[in-house]
């Protein structure tokens, strides 16, 4: 059974960082493409960045860095020079079928990690 669990979100000063990660057990990850989303209330949830299985990266957000460490199962993502515009419940989100960005694509997700911006 994949799971997948978020952690290394908090409350932040405005231009501070965090690292996120998202381990993944149950499964292989370097079979599997991870993806970073995150969502406010009242909003749908957007694309932050993924990474595919060939180990490539798309980002959809500036100040962000993903990175995967298949011997640790973990996918990281680095979050830099944070804004109150990027609190938000940050989920990650696995899948070993579809190695794209879409939200619809991915099958397995965590229960999302809050990342809270502000002074």
């Known amino acids: 059974q994949v799971q997948v669990v978020e952690s290394g979100g908090g409350l932040v000063q405005p231009g501070g960082s965090l690292r996120l990660s998202c381990k993944v057990s149950?499964?292989?990850?370097?079979?599997?493409?991870v993806g970073w989303f995150r969502q406010t209330p009242g909003k749908e949830r957007e694309r932050v960045s993924c990474?595919?299985?060939?180990g490539g990266s798309i980002y959809f957000e500036d100040s962000v860095t993903i990175s995967r460490d298949n011997a640790k199962n973990t996918v990281y993502l680095q979050i830099s020079s944070l804004k109150p515009a990027d609190t938000a419940v940050y989920y990650c989100?696995?899948?070993?079928?579809?190695?794209?960005?879409?939200?619809?694509?991915?099958?397995?997700w965590g229960q999302g990690t809050q990342v809270t911006v502000s002074s």
């Open positions: 149950g499964a292989t990850l370097a079979d599997y493409a």
């Open positions: 990474t595919s299985v060939s």
């Open positions: 989100a696995a899948d070993p079928t579809h190695d794209s960005c879409e939200l619809t694509d991915y099958q397995y």
